[in-house]
């Protein structure tokens, strides 16, 4: 399960650095894929708060890519 989080979050990070907003889509599954590894594989509290966070960085810049927002 790490293996595939790993290669969606490098999808997710060169989709974004060819300003593709596909990239927020793929990082929002990658931070769902990493919030399961936390729980399921090493009991990981901080894993899924940090993945809670960036699940919230990654709906905001969706969103604020479409309305053409840059903060």
Same mark, same amino acid.
């Given at each position: ?13 060169? &989709?974004?650095? $060819? =300003? ?11 931070? &769902? &894929?990493?919030?399961? %590894? ?16 960036? &699940?919230?960085?990654? %709906?905001? !810049?969706?969103?604020?890519? =479409? $309305? !053409?927002?840059?903060?």
């Amino acid at each position: 399960m790490d293996w595939i989080a790993t290669a969606v979050t490098v999808l997710s990070s060169f &989709l974004l650095a $060819k =300003k593709r907003q596909a990239g927020w889509i793929f990082s929002g599954i990658a931070c &769902l &894929l990493w919030m399961g %590894y936390g729980i399921w594989v090493v009991n990981s509290i901080p894993i899924v708060i940090l993945n809670i966070i960036l &699940l919230t960085n990654s %709906y905001r !810049g969706f969103h604020n890519w =479409k $309305k !053409g927002e840059i903060l």
